[in-house]
């Protein structure tokens, strides 16, 4: 063959392969603009973005409540008063620094003043807080504990060798007088270790130890406090038949199976629940011998690779753990079982009370019941979750009552039930009409009347006023001409009447009402407003504005807000809403490649209603080149109706992907900017789920996806979330047997239908979604004969945790390529590397 001839055919080669990428992009290749996405890391962000809402703490003793506000002048404290519709700051900043460097002896100004801890005491007139100081100290360990830990001479000499610790200087401020005062010998408090579980009245502490239950009193606590291995204390056991997988408390869900065995008789939680007079509590004992186990294995681990073992049910599996109540008498330290047993492999949930908004900034909490001193109220629900017992469980006599049975042909979904007079009178929410509301009944579960009706959906009860008999309630969808995911907060009679909305204004609102339902603190925004916070008194009158957020860095480096859009799904009927995300630098003569950030739902939808920080996969992701789309799916959502939240019951692997498709078509039609050609795709979890099952079911119209940690195959996910939105039938026997079938479409099943550019990831220890879902994808695309790609994020859980960073640069490499054309990207992440101070080693 000659020269000329040979040549002639790479030529050819050439063009063919020049052709089949522009085929694939469309496009010349254009530069991604990594410079402008890096102005947006994560670590940057927190320069130009600061408080974005007012985090109210209110008082006990007053209406009054106080919070913390930073902007780009450095951080202030406020005391507010909404009798007299005031705001104050605490204290003077440039004064009281001052007088902290004299004490402290390290130099302070107004705008770096490093207070911690703060919180009001006495009569509410004086507060308390901690200032951390560069002076060393030693702290030296108790010498018998560190030698009953070690196992020979040098490890315990180690061991008692003096700790150092930066300095804690404590002070009280009064906010009359403003006088501060340095509390020399002042000793805080020691935090309640996790194992402890402390009676209300504070003079029992129960714990698990070796499977087993056991309790001290508090001067044993006051020991254990100062040194949990000293040898004088006394603690006594309650059970002694607790064993492995079917203990009475500290069976962590995940452990390293090295640790489990190091740990096995050290104190741990036993996550009970207190009667509030502390005569009794309840704990839920889980036998989980028969569930089988499964496993990861840390490769990265040192000096060797390390393996994880835990109780995993998964979908239609027979071997379910079985749950059994406990009541003990607190005095006798006796217990019964609560009889409870209705359903088939049913689960049981014990609803803790809710806690007072005044009682935050407290030392200790107790977790106690939601009920009386003789009563408390849980839930009963079969494992296909069609059906839900709202009950009631006498503590002296462990018998329990079904007071309100919710019965639906899907899964059903309920709330904590709302005590009136400790439960003469319940309110209920229900989505039974196929919309949430809330229906007020007897002690005894007759209907007495539906408090809220109509095509809107209520969230969640905030607050009940007994005495004038008011519901306050969070709710969505009502108001009209707003985006029905926008929260609000409204009042209602119990009798129905009277209904009225708090905080009017086209807004996303988040807020916090008083223990007194008097006032309540309301931050506002949308995804394109800058967040702002007001307060408001019970019938919604404003009585002063509180802050805006200072967004002036943010937007100094360029940033614009995204913009709202609603389309129809794919049925032309049903509203969707969304969010669109275009580079800083737009322009309107270009085009641009579209891709969509999903999560499928359907306990929630990746679409943001108000403002937050630029996101990696939406707003920075944008700015290397793309059009980032989020939008809502029928079936993705539990904040609209009944109908729309179930729709994908049934066909979870499909039930998103032509609404996905049609909202890009239509935006395709309405901005000449969007390239339909060049459309990719990405989601984490269920998003990577949904992401390659895009691919696969539309692949001549989805070309490029990124497909994290996706529960590709639900089949092997957990059975909680899986049968509950798939669905699980429930089968009986002649002979009266139950088993329970399941059957799911998984993304391998289709992998013959890849035609674009894949790549999926996945956390090698993902103890969630394990990294079999992924390698079963990966297993089909090889049997099919495809070409894909593939990250193995070595050491990470579900979240990707400290390589987060990375992740998002192989993200935006992957959409470089294959949409922009542009494969420039060296081996080094210089966006990354940059921002590293290089240090010696």
Not at 144 to 157: L, N, R
Not at 164 to 185: A, C, M, R, V
């Given at each position: 063959?000659?020269?000329?001839?040979?040549?002639?055919?790479?030529?050819?080669?050439?063009?063919?392969?020049?052709?089949?990428?522009?085929?694939?992009?469309?496009?010349?290749?254009?530069?991604?603009?990594?410079?402008?996405?890096?102005?947006?890391?994560?670590?940057?962000?927190?320069?130009?973005?600061?408080?974005?809402?007012?985090?109210?703490?209110?008082?006990?003793?007053?209406?009054?409540?106080?919070?913390?506000?930073?902007?780009?002048?450095?951080?202030?404290?406020?005391?507010?008063?909404?009798?007299?519709?005031?705001?104050?700051?605490?204290?003077?900043?440039?004064?009281?620094?001052?007088?902290?460097?004299?004490?402290?002896?390290?130099?302070?100004?107004?705008?770096?003043?490093?207070?911690?801890?703060?919180?009001?005491?006495?009569?509410?007139?004086?507060?308390?807080?901690?200032?951390?100081?560069?002076?060393?100290?030693?702290?030296?360990?108790?010498?018998?504990?560190?030698?009953?830990?070690?196992?020979?001479?040098?490890?315990?000499?180690?061991?008692?060798?003096?700790?150092?610790?930066?300095?804690?200087?404590?002070?009280?401020?009064?906010?009359?007088?403003?006088?501060?005062?340095?509390?020399?010998?002042?000793?805080?408090?020691?935090?309640?270790?996790?194992?402890?579980?402390?009676?209300?009245?504070?003079?029992?502490?129960?714990?698990?130890?070796?499977?087993?239950?056991?309790?001290?009193?508090?001067?044993?606590?006051?020991?254990?406090?100062?040194?949990?291995?000293?040898?004088?204390?006394?603690?006594?056991?309650?059970?002694?038949?607790?064993?492995?997988?079917?203990?009475?408390?500290?069976?962590?869900?995940?452990?390293?199976?090295?640790?489990?065995?190091?740990?096995?008789?050290?104190?741990?939680?036993?996550?009970?629940?207190?009667?509030?007079?502390?005569?009794?509590?309840?704990?839920?004992?889980?036998?989980?011998?028969?569930?089988?186990?499964?496993?990861?294995?840390?490769?990265?681990?040192?000096?060797?690779?390390?393996?994880?073992?835990?109780?995993?049910?998964?979908?239609?599996?027979?071997?379910?753990?079985?749950?059994?109540?406990?009541?003990?008498?607190?005095?006798?330290?006796?217990?019964?079982?609560?009889?409870?047993?209705?359903?088939?492999?049913?689960?049981v949930s014990i609803w803790s009370g809710p806690r007072k908004k005044s009682d935050r900034d407290d030392e200790w909490h107790p977790y106690v019941w939601h009920g009386t001193n003789n009563y408390f109220y849980l839930t009963r629900t079969s494992r296909d979750l069609k059906r839900i017992d709202v009950m009631k469980v006498d503590a002296k006599t462990a018998s329990a009552s079904t007071v309100i049975e919710e019965r639906l042909n899907t899964y059903v979904e309920t709330r904590r039930v709302g005590l009136v007079n400790g439960g003469k009178e319940l309110i209920q929410w229900s989505e039974q009409d196929g919309w949430a509301h809330f229906y007020l009944y007897d002690e005894n579960g007759k209907l007495k009347n539906q408090v809220t009706q109509g095509a809107y959906h209520c969230e969640d009860i905030v607050n009940i006023d007994e005495k004038n008999r008011v519901l306050y309630f969070t709710a969505n969808g009502r108001e009209a001409g707003e985006d029905p995911y926008y929260m609000h907060l409204y009042r209602v009679n119990f009798d129905g009447s009277n209904l009225k909305l708090l905080n009017k204004g086209d807004f996303d609102h988040n807020m916090s009402l008083d223990d007194n339902n008097k006032f309540f603190v309301d931050n506002y925004s949308r995804v394109n407003t800058t967040p702002q916070s007001a307060l408001y008194n019970n019938e919604g009158k404003k009585i002063m504005d509180l802050e805006t957020a200072d967004l002036k860095n943010l937007f100094a480096v360029g940033y614009k807000f995204p913009e709202i859009f609603k389309v129809k799904a794919d049925d032309g009927i049903t509203d969707l809403y969304g969010v669109m995300y275009k580079p800083f630098d737009f322009d309107s003569t270009k085009k641009y490649p579209v891709v969509e950030y999903v999560y499928p739902g359907p306990q929630t939808e990746a679409v943001n209603k108000s403002f937050s920080k630029v996101a990696d996969r939406t707003d920075r992701l944008a700015q290397i080149g793309l059009i980032v789309v989020t939008v809502g799916n029928r079936g993705g959502h539990p904040s609209r109706s009944k109908w729309y939240h179930n729709y994908g019951y049934g066909n979870l692997r499909d039930y998103g992907l032509a609404d996905k498709k049609a909202a890009i078509e239509q935006l395709a039609d309405r901005y000449d900017f969007i390239d339909i050609d060049r459309v990719g795709i990405h989601g984490h979890s269920g998003g990577g789920f949904m992401s390659t099952a895009a691919m696969l079911v539309y692949p001549d119209f989805f070309k490029v996806a990124v497909s994290s940690s996706g529960n590709h195959d639900n089949s092997i996910y957990n059975r909680w979330w899986s049968e509950k939105h798939h669905g699980v039938q429930e089968h009986i026997t002649e002979k009266g047997d139950t088993t329970f079938l399941y059957n799911i479409e998984k993304n391998p099943d289709l992998a013959k239908n890849l035609k674009g550019h894949l790549m999926l990831t996945t956390g090698d220890i993902d103890n969630n979604v394990h990294p079999a879902n992924t390698v079963r994808v990966i297993n089909a695309l090889i049997k099919a004969n495809k070409r894909f790609d593939f990250l193995l994020l070595p050491g990470q859980r579900h979240g990707y945790g400290n390589m987060q960073e990375w992740f998002f640069w192989n993200l935006a490499d992957y959409y470089s390529r294959w949409l922009l054309g542009d494969f420039s990207q060296p081996v080094n992440m210089i966006e990354i590397q940059k921002d590293i101070p290089q240090t010696r080693g």
């Open positions: 063959m000659s020269n000329k001839i040979f040549t002639g055919k790479i030529f050819s080669y050439l063009l063919l392969a020049s052709s089949l990428l522009i085929s694939t992009a469309e496009v010349q290749a254009q530069h991604a603009n990594y410079k402008l996405a890096a102005k947006f890391s994560p670590q940057k962000q927190k320069k130009m973005v600061f408080s974005t809402s007012v985090d109210a703490h209110w008082l006990k003793q007053s209406d009054r409540f106080w919070y913390e506000y930073e902007t780009t002048d450095g951080k202030n404290w406020y005391i507010v008063n909404p009798a007299t519709a005031s705001k104050k700051l605490m204290f003077d900043r440039v004064k009281l620094a001052a007088e902290l460097t004299r004490i402290v002896r390290d130099p302070f100004d107004a705008q770096h003043l490093p207070i911690d801890s703060l919180k009001f005491i006495k009569d509410e007139r004086t507060i308390q807080f901690q200032v951390k100081s560069s002076i060393e100290e030693e702290i030296k360990p108790d010498s018998a504990a560190a030698k009953k830990d070690s196992t020979d001479k040098k490890s315990a000499e180690k061991k008692a060798k003096p700790k150092k610790q930066k300095k804690t200087f404590y002070f009280e401020y009064n906010l009359d007088s403003q006088q501060l005062t340095e509390l020399t010998d002042f000793k805080r408090p020691k935090k309640r270790p996790g194992w402890a579980s402390i009676s209300p009245d504070q003079q029992t502490i129960v714990f698990a130890r070796e499977f087993n239950l056991y309790w001290m009193d508090k001067a044993n606590y006051e020991k254990a406090l100062q040194n949990e291995d000293d040898s004088t204390i006394v603690e006594h056991a309650i059970t002694k038949d607790g064993v492995d997988n079917y203990a009475y408390g500290g069976d962590e869900y995940s452990s390293l199976n090295t640790e489990s065995k190091k740990d096995k008789k050290k104190r741990k939680s036993a996550r009970i629940l207190w009667s509030p007079g502390s005569d009794y509590f309840v704990l839920n004992r889980v036998d989980k011998r028969d569930v089988k186990d499964l496993w990861v294995i840390n490769s990265i681990a040192d000096p060797r690779p390390t393996l994880e073992t835990y109780k995993y049910q998964m979908p239609g599996e027979k071997e379910a753990p079985i749950q059994h109540i406990l009541i003990f008498d607190n005095k006798t330290k006796t217990s019964q079982e609560v009889p409870l047993v209705h359903f088939k492999n049913q689960d």
